[in-house]
T-cell receptor
Framework: DQQVKQNSPSLSVQEGRISILNCDYT??????FLWYKKYPAEGPTFLIS?????DKNEDGRFTVFLNKSAKHLSLHIVPSQPGDSAVYFC???????????FGAGTTVTVRA | DSGVTQTPKHLITATGQRVTLRCSPR?????VYWYQQSLDQGLQFLIQ???????AKGNILERFSAQQFPDLHSELNLSSLELGDSALYFC?????????????FGPGTRLLVL
């Protein structure tokens, strides 16, 4: 039962442009959301998180938006750089559950 | 570098065998989590420990077991291995193992069962 869904397996974007990654969830108990980036042969690296009491969180080039009513969050990367080429995972946790539930990931390719 | 270490990086073994994966959490972190990533799958939570005690269990097979030692390192034991157990196994750690905490991941152990 996939409670966190990333429906776009891949995304190609030109260097300098915006990358928008989307994530949908079904569990209404989720109230903390994270994005991780993963390079091949490495573990996931934490990027940015957001609590359900907020609708936006920004850290440098990365901004996460949360739409609770739509059960949807997105990650914006502006401007996209070649080093951003990686797999991005959306994850969520609920207040009654400490584990993270992950989406299947979106592979981002930044073209020069 | 997240500060979480995992050994070995790669492991090749045969069906029916038993292996042990090791994880050392970040300095100061009390909680350890184990996740499995199979081919074309997202990360699936297996089990969580906090300060030596099991705190939460996910979709962990009965053939798998884990423990966290007094020095806070953790081991994941996989026995009676099957071909389908081939996967990446990640360990993560967090400070208190509580809600709304970032989990920091190790580099993973790639297990291949032949």
């Amino acid at each position: 039962d996939q409670q966190v869904k990333q429906n776009s397996p891949s995304l190609s974007v030109q260097e300098g442009r915006i990358s928008i990654l989307n994530c949908d969830y079904t569990n209404s108990m989720f109230d903390y959301f994270l994005w991780y980036k993963k390079y091949p042969a490495e573990g996931p690296t934490f990027l940015i998180s957001i609590s359900s009491i907020k609708d936006k969180n920004e850290d440098g080039r990365f901004t996460v938006f949360l739409n609770k009513s739509a059960k949807h969050l997105s990650l914006h990367i502006v401007p996209s750089q070649p080093g951003d080429s990686a797999v991005y995972f959306c994850a969520a946790s609920a207040s009654n559950d400490y584990k993270l539930s992950f989406g299947a990931g979106t592979t981002v390719t930044v073209r020069a | 570098d997240s500060g979480v270490t995992q050994t070995p990086k790669h492991l090749i073994t045969a069906t029916g065998q038993r292996v042990t994966l090791r994880c050392s959490p970040r300095s100061g972190d009390l909680s350890v989590y184990w996740y499995q990533q199979s081919l074309d799958q997202g990360l699936q939570f297996l089990i969580q420990y906090y300060n030596g005690e099991e705190r939460a269990k996910g979709n962990i097979l009965e053939r798998f077991s884990a423990q966290q030692f007094p020095d806070l390192h953790s081991e994941l034991n996989l026995s009676s291995l099957e071909l389908g157990d081939s996967a990446l196994y990640f360990c993560a750690s967090s400070a208190r193992g509580t809600h709304q905490e970032t989990q920091y991941f190790g580099p993973g152990t790639r297990l291949l069962v032949l």
